[in-house]
């Protein structure tokens, strides 16, 4: 495995230590004994080296704004990938584990109210899933397995209340479904 070695200095104590967090967030380690306080005729000089054991890829907005953030190791993609829209905003998260998505996968509104949250494992999706609508209410709730609806959910309309529930088998629908008005 490559590894980088950063080295952070800054007279400012502040932004020494945001820095310092900001390679720490990415996957950097602190480098045993690679932590300084220079004294110099200019002041203080903070010093930290630390090692990069996971690479990553920042992109921006033209704003300045983050706009993506994912990890790599052996050149895939490891760990958290998270987005953001142009006002900063986040818009998604997903842990992906070499190369695949592989746990929780969050997605917002533009509002910043959660949208969807889902679980992977080895690529699909497998297990309970979550949807709201745009101002909290839940939209749906059921399980996968293998990437395909597999059990229990219950739909809602955007007024709340329900709109159908059933089960679901291998990506089919499976035995009796009901299903309601938006009025009840």
Not at 3 to 12: A, E, F, G, L, Y
Not at 37 to 65: A, C, L, P, R, T
Request: hydrophobic share 25%.
């Amino acid at each position: 495995m490559t590894k980088k070695i950063h080295t952070i200095q800054s007279s400012d104590k502040n932004e020494f230590d945001k820095q310092v967090n900001q390679l720490l967030e990415v996957g950097g380690e602190l480098m045993e004994g690679g932590y300084q306080v220079i004294n110099n005729d200019d002041g203080v000089v903070y010093s930290q080296v630390i090692i990069m054991k996971k690479d990553s890829h920042i992109e921006y907005w033209f704003n300045g704004q983050k706009k993506s953030e994912e990890l790599y190791k052996n050149g895939e993609k490891d760990g958290l990938h998270t987005t953001w829209l142009i006002n900063g905003q986040k818009e998604s998260e997903e842990l992906y584990k070499n190369g695949v998505k592989d746990g929780l996968h969050t997605i917002w509104h533009i509002n910043g109210q959660k949208a969807r949250e889902e679980l992977y494992k080895d690529g699909e999706r497998s297990g309970l899933s979550h949807g709201w609508y745009k101002y909290g209410d839940k939209r749906f709730e059921g399980t996968y397995k293998n990437g395909v609806e597999d059990g229990f959910w219950t739909e809602w309309h955007e007024n709340g209340q329900k709109s159908s529930e059933g089960t679901w088998k291998d990506g089919k629908e499976d035995g009796l479904w009901t299903h309601w008005h938006e009025n009840g």
